[in-house]
């Protein structure tokens, strides 16, 4: 398995971010979403998108090179000049280590390979101006070694290996060290950062420290510092802190010299340094690329992503400058990476657009991709993105609050996207442009159709105020013999099987708490207790004073030194007997039945009184559009563009549309794949490695009809989940009884909605 965005979220730990949001964790940094600051990105993040930038777009060129072609899983990890020619080195599918060179436009090719074992990799590799290089090859841990071993080696135009040194070859004493980075000049003089330092190395002396971790001032040395030689050949060392620190090299007082600080939240993700014509240093970002000199006291726009209709997965991290004005770089694109080149375009020379603008929390790679797209395929409209989340990189929430503030100020956003907050507050004051005429048109036309049960959800006294695109299933599993065929347990039941297995409260459900429990099950069953349109809630009903007195089982706190730290390994031993969960697509469900329960698995929704399946759609987003909108039209064909088969074949999760959903199910039932290795798809669970088979069509069917049998989407009731989360405490403590909590909380809650409604 490779991680949670691989293997989906547990609903508890959605719990806990929900629990965290509303008790007010994360800090604001230099008071940048603090509602009572008073700074400029603050008050002009909406502002400032509502005009087209005209200073920093450039042109994007596919550079193609005459007999080089890329693949999927070829990884191009550097590209630099050597003379007039252009030198990239390329891990290809894993296997072969290469470097090529060619002309500037495209033409020339030249390939050399330096030799690999498996598992062995080459970095920091750096070319002179004959073609040759040095690079520091990493070589497979075998089972005799106590480290990894590296190599340093010089090869020759041809890629032919003429010189190697065994950097663990110690001298006596001496404790093993590690390289991070190599630079090499023309006269033979080669630098190194490794975790002693700064040193220099030379093929008969080895490496000689010149200055070591933390000389020179507080921080100017790391046991991750980096190399880089600049166009005019200054060594510079930089090194992620606190923030982005250069330093320069001065060989003669053999010391590190301060050359500035770079803000990397000011930039965006994925900030990579890189080097070229024409500056000291140049920055690439998913939003952008930078300059950045010694005499500067901050990096200097040239480059804007958004403005220029570029869509990046993260930072360049394989780009060259040829000027400040042209830049030669490797895109990873979906179908692999492709050589393209970017060309400042005057600003008297860019086409005016209309602009919409796009508000999001957090934008990913998708949203750019589609964005991008939009843009560059409509000469009459551009769209730019708005990102909320960045007024504060720790605490989320204060985005959809800066968000809020403006919807309700009447500076509206075109095109606004939600994750948690419930949206009818907005399309109830109108705020929002009714979709279904539009939806149904191009539902007409059969350009666009969501399951039934999606559509159902979205469209509330015949109009439809949001869109989705994707979604996840919030649930509860458990193993399907436990069920004894009902599809709904009751609280009762659940507790009857706990005891019945002799199975501890605090990893029954995995490792869940009081406040967790509760939490879930208000977050699956709130319509139960919250009637939005009548303005009533029902907290003192007997359910809820079941759903405390269950909470109440479990522990404050969990003891995870009493259980193995993987807690999904004790699904199938039984040791653990409920998985809340989210089910984000078929693929998913594969390993989630076969490698942790090993066993049929039910979908029982959180336990309840009432025999209704509390199962839960979590959109991955909720699209709207504002009523305001001067282009309504264009902003529809933005969203009806978000579900194109090319978009929706890369979603994670299930996609919300009939098509995609059904093309999605149809592909459960091959073998699945590991996309990097190529081989059978294998999960460990506990030290267990399964590996999985297809879905049968029987289980495609169960599944597909679960799923279209859900009718609710989760949003999040912020006022009121936070009057539960505070009044509980007391009925767990022993202070109050659960009726007594209850009869608070349904007092507090209904005040609350009547003063809101």
Known sequence: MKGIFKRGIALFITATMIMSALTGCGKAKDGAGDPGSTGKKDEKLLEEAKTQSKDYVFKTEDLVVDGLELRPGDYVDKITMVGDRVYC??????????????????????????????????????FL??????????????????????????????????????????????????????????????????????????????????????????????????????????????????????????????????????????????????????????????????????????????????????????????????????????????????????????PEQVKDKKVLTLATISVDNLMSQVVTKFNNENDEYKINLVEYGSLNDTDFTEGEKKLDMDIVSGNVPDIMTFWFSSTEKYSDKGLFLDLKPYYDRDKKNSDIELLPNIENMLTKDGKMYTFITDFAVGTVATKKKFTEGKKVLTIEDCQKLIEAKNCPYEIAFGFMTKEQILSQGIMSADKMYIDTEKNECHFDSDSFIKLLEFA?????????EKYDSDFEAQYRSEVALFYPANIPSFQYYMGFQQAIFGDDVS??????????????????????????????????????????????????????????????????????YDEFTGENEVWSVGGVTTKLKPLTQDQVDELKEYILSINTQFELKEDIYKIILEEAPAYFEGQKSAEEVASIIQNRAQICLSENG
């Open 89 to 126: 080195t390329v891990f290809e599918s894993n296997v072969n280590y290469r470097f090529y060179s060619f002309d500037q436009d495209g033409s020339g090719l030249e390939c050399s390979e330096l030799p690999v074992e498996d598992c062995d990799f080459y970095k920091s590799t750096c």
């Open 129 to 346: 101006s004959d073609g040759s290089g040095y690079s520091c090859l990493n070589k497979r841990k075998t089972e005799n070694d106590e480290v990894s071993k590296q190599e340093i080696v010089k090869f020759d135009s041809k890629g032919n290996i003429t010189q190697n040194y065994d950097c663990s070859k110690l001298g006596d004493g001496e404790k093993p060290f590690y390289v991070n980075s190599l630079v090499a000049y023309d006269n033979g003089e080669v630098y190194a950062t490794t975790n002693r330092g700064l040193e220099t190395f030379s093929f008969d002396e080895g490496f000689n420290t010149i200055v070591k971790i933390e000389e020179n001032g507080e921080n100017a040395l790391t046991y991750s510092s980096q190399l880089m030689k600049t166009q005019t050949d200054s060594l510079v060392v930089f090194d992620y802190v606190d923030d982005l620190a250069f330093y320069t090299y001065a060989p003669d007082e053999k010391k590190l010299v301060p050359m500035g600080n770079v803000d990397t939240a000011n930039l965006g993700l994925g900030v990579c340094p890189f080097i070229g014509a024409g500056h000291d240093i140049y920055l690439s970002a998913r939003e952008g690329i930078w300059s950045f000199d010694k005499d500067n006291d901050a990096p200097v726009k040239l480059l804007d992503c958004l403005d220029s209709d570029i869509s990046l997965n993260g930072g360049l991290e394989a780009i060259y400058a040829l000027s400040s004005d042209e830049f030669i770089a490797a895109m990873l694109k979906s179908d692999g990476y492709k050589f393209v080149k970017f060309t400042k375009i005057p």
């Open 552 to 560: 109440n089982n479990f522990p404050k706190e969990v003891n995870f």
């Open 603 to 672: 979908f029982i929704g959180f336990p309840n009184d009432q025999g209704a399946d509390q199962s839960l759609i979590y959109p991955s987003a909720k699209f709207a559009i504002s009523s305001q909108t001067k282009y309504p039209d264009a902003a529809w064909e933005f969203i009806k563009m978000l579900t194109d088969e090319e978009f929706m074949s890369q979603k994670s999760q299930f996609p919300a549309t009939k098509s995609a959903f059904e093309a999605s199910a149809k592909k459960a039932l091959e073998q699945p």
